[in-house]
């Protein structure tokens, strides 16, 4: 049942504390540039280390434009950058971890993914605010961060597109929620080769078909915008983008079979005790009658 991939994604919005690495060459700081030193002492806190630890890089709200114009709501982008990032590069294989502090608008996952489609694939994000911004200068700090670590530039076109699914996504989630949302992109993301060679009506029937299996109904402007999303997608490298949603899905997997084997712990250790207190409740029962 694809619902359950939903609930695994969900997971993530549980909220989770990820330990860093000491490491301070391949780690960046990227502080939105309309913050002033008692807002980025904040952020700093939130990241756990003390600044000049790590080479700090600024995002600006130019910058940001130029990945989000006319992809997001010009609202949502303002006038101001705020939302700051801490990123560590990590060695091929071992993933990505994300959290977030005072972002409203974007979740753990939409970060992950997009993330994915642009071509980061093993790192730990930490997104933080001062206070409770949308998130979307997070993304393109992102980006310079992890370019500025590997001294490579990731592909424009698959920074756009990861832009367009993070726009896309949370859109969609303030309707059907952030777990369904993501979920149905992914299964997009997952049969790319086969959209390719579909009209936009039959890939329109697909769309519908997907959300049926979430128990979700989209309107007409939701399933354009997601015909939209896999036509850009199409023309990044399917097979590799196939490949990191996989991986990633796995590793949603392994936190929730994670969380389950430590409910359960604490589950048999809750029964452990009771049975021992009623033990002893009985032994005094006993004496005194």
């Known amino acids: 049942m694809k619902k359950t991939i939903s609930l695994i994604l969900a997971v993530l919005m549980l909220g989770s504390c990820f330990c860093f690495a000491d490491s301070i060459e391949d780690s960046r700081v990227v502080i939105g540039a309309d913050l002033d030193e008692e807002e980025i002492a904040y952020v700093y806190s939130v990241f756990g280390i003390e600044r000049n630890d790590v080479k700090e890089l600024t995002v600006t709200n130019a910058d940001e434009r130029e990945y989000l114009e006319g992809i997001v709501d010009n609202s949502l982008i303002g006038s101001k950058s705020i939302s ?19 972002i409203s608008w974007c979740t753990p996952d939409m970060y992950m993914n997009a993330m994915v489609t642009a071509g980061i694939t093993d790192a730990n994000v930490s997104i933080a605010a001062p206070f409770n911004v949308s998130g979307t200068a997070a ?33 969609l989630a303030d309707e059907i929620g952030s777990a369904d949302s993501t979920a149905i992109v992914n299964e997009l993301k997952l049969m790319l080769d086969e959209t390719k060679d579909m009209t936009d009506d039959e890939l329109r029937e697909q769309i519908k078909d997907i959300a049926d299996e979430y128990d979700v109904t989209l309107s007409d402007s939701q399933i354009d915008q ?61 004496i005194f009658g």
């Open 84 to 102: 700051c990032i801490y990123i560590e590069a990590l060695d091929e294989g071992e993933g990505l971890d994300v959290s977030v502090k005072n």
């Open 139 to 171: 993304l393109t700090g992102i980006y310079k961060a992890y370019e500025d670590i590997t001294g490579k530039k990731l592909d424009e076109d698959a920074k756009l597109v990861g832009t367009q699914e993070l726009a896309i996504t949370a859109e």
């Open 226 to 286: 997601l015909i939209t999303l896999c036509r850009s997608m199409e023309k990044l490298d399917i097979d590799a983008l196939k490949q990191k949603v996989e991986e990633v899905q796995q590793y949603l997997q392994d936190i929730v079979k994670k969380h389950g084997e430590i409910k359960q712990f604490l589950s048999n250790v809750a029964d452990t005790v009771t049975e021992f207190v009623n033990k002893v409740i009985d032994f005094f029962k006993g």
